[in-house]
């Protein structure tokens, strides 16, 4: 695959356009024929011009001329392919051109070529216009070649430059944020969300981005039943709301819409009545300690949020038996100042995408499969005051400043009945993008991700600070661009929809363009929930951007005088990069504030959508100086991916990365350290036999870094498996949490192989990952191979 691969054709966008000219062909008209009127005029220049013709005939005039042509050619085939190695700048005359002016006897070589025996006052005459025909020429031609080497509409930085890079961010005010913030947030409370999304499409138009497109799509949602759900104890025969409040319209009335939102979206509905069992975090340890003890089959399983991905903890209890599940976030799990401990909260069960068009794109025509719910149990989410009553504990757990853990106890036998009602529909989902087209590369894409406020769903404010930062940093970008600068690749900034239903508008706008994003995308930058804490700048990024990102930390915390130690890490994240780094593996990375006690605390407790009431952004970062800071960071790093020569992703971290994954004390990996160690070594010759030499201006070849940039962004693509556990990602160089280190699926496939006599599982594990680094190696060491025959060609 090369850089000028084919974009997007126009008939597939359906008018969304991600096709991009390579070449921007300048109107040229011959315009020398206007200034000869008369034929005897003309006839007596044939002479001359035959014979500047046999001087100027050299390969670059003549490739002037051609290149003359292809431009006139391009203008009237916009669906061709487009090679640009065809289309290389022409060795230019101008070194002919100034032997004229120079070398007299030259000039005058031509002026005695006039015929002697003409009359002295007609052979003055003769020189006086063929002196005015040839500078006239000279003139046009000079002209031409001024116009050529210069830009005609923009120019690229075409090199690293942190001095234009600041320029670009030093207009980024948090004061702006922060009025584009409260307008998002009034606007939500009288619109839904496409009005929304119209909003930020006219904004961002009004900035100067190009082609900003409404990219719908019909999907299956699964909502909020016309009450909100209950559960019943069969003891005593009281009834409570998710909240833990009475089931009395007096006591839903000021929260109703919240209560209505506290619901497991794509969950089995109906009425189920049997025993809560405690299952705890519900990891394969504690189903196998339950079932030793009780009969499991139909029962409610009581489940801890945290630790492990839900949908492979609610696969587990599928596979166990049970019926239900009361699904609840321990207070001990949570800071402080996270105030969500007594709050309800909402979950999707969808992997994501359109449940109804699994694995293809949910446009007219599609088939659409029946897929109410996504599993058999009865999901529903509780608040932790609702499980205190049920458990009878006093709502205050915390004893000497030591939180006490809920927990339901072994002798005791609770009966409760829940009820769950939801109802699906197809709705549309609206995806709002916007492209800068890139001057050297357009064909590249950087994506930029964002979301915005969806309707049916709990109305978060982390939705209003995401699209709040991406606009801000569009504002600042298009006042450069406004001033003729562009990046040497596209940026593409995307607002999507549906995210709170499992990701929903960015997996359709991925398997819709999936072709052309397997070529074209080079990185993807989320900028999904900036602002979760106000205590630790936390990074995630992939291997091959880690060093990058690092590097973006290091001078911030210097500029800012407090340099906590970097947090960079390959953790799975909850938010709209899914699709990309799971189908597509693409190079990420997300910059975000957290609390420093939720990063030590269990992990996927982000699964939980809370109420718009308990974020209080505000609250974490009034002066918005944290909003700032995220989007400068993220700004600087989608400017050098943009517009480096070179991309700075670094392949020798993905085979460190690997040989980390298999330290520790898991059995069958010696298997896989013969192959990570060739992989090593292939990245190391890599690194230093061909990026190094590339970041030499003069090493600069226009094929020798297509071919590098080629390899570059594909590099992760080796460690997508076929197959993953649920809720696990597909791409393996990411893990679970930040406390492991090694292979999420060995891990996983290590645990089951305890509870289950064969180890067949874990086999295919180590197969799957097997493959993945010995695939890498090989495409290390095939770049190699290539960079090795093109050199020989030229020698």
Sequence with gaps: MGENEASLPNTALQGKKMAYQKVNADQRAPGHSQYLDNDDLQATALDLEWDMEKELEEPGFDQFQLDGAENQN????????????????????????????EESEYITHYARSAPKSNPCNFCRLLKIFCTAIILFIFGILIGYYAHK??????????????????????TIQAEDIKKSFRNLIQLYKSEDDMEISKKIKIQWTSLGLEDVQFVNYSVLLNLPGPAPSSVTLSSSGQCFHPDGQPCSEEARKPSSQDLLYSYAAYSAKGTLKAEVIDVSYGNADDLKRIKKMKNVTNQIALLKLGKLPLLYKLSLLEKAGFGGVLLYIDPCDLPKTGYLSYDTFMVSLNPGGDPSTPGYPSIDGSFRQNRSNLTSLLVQPVSASLIAKLISSPKDTTTNNACT????????????????????KFKTVTNVVGYLKGLASPDRYILVGSHHHTAYSYNGQEWASSTAIITAFIRALMLRVKRGWR????????SWGGTAFGNIGSYEWGEDFKKVLQRNVVAYVSLHSPIRGNSSLYSVASPSLQQLVAEKNNFNCS?????????????QMQDDADYFINHLGVPTVRFSYE???SLEGPSFLSEALFPKHTTKIEEMDPFFNLHETITKLSGEVILQIASEPVLPFNALDIALEVQNSLKGDQPNTPQLLAPASCLRENAELFQSDEMRPANDPKERAPVRMRMLNDILQDMEKSFLVRHAPPGFYRNILYHLDGKTSQFSILLEA???CKSLASNETLQEALSEVLNSINAAQVYFKAGLDVFESVLVGKN
């Design 750 to 752: 290590w645990e089951h």
């Design 595 to 597: 609390d420093i006690k």
């Design 559 to 571: 500029r800012r005088g407090q340099c906590p130690e970097t947090n960079v890490s390959s953790v």
């Design 74 to 101: 391009l203008e009237h085939a916009e669906t061709a392919d487009l090679n640009l190695d065809s289309i290389q700048p022409a060795t230019s005359p101008k070194g002919r051109f100034q032997r004229l002016q």
């Design 487 to 494: 990046p040497d690749r596209t940026i593409v900034f995307c």
């Design 405 to 424: 853990p809920l927990e339901f106890p072994n002798n005791e036998e609770r009966i409760v009945t829940m009820q769950i009602q939801t109802v699906t």
């Design 149 to 170: 080497n210069c830009p005609s509409n923009a120019t690229s930085s075409g090199t690293l430059d942190p001095q234009l890079y600041q320029e670009i961010l030093k």
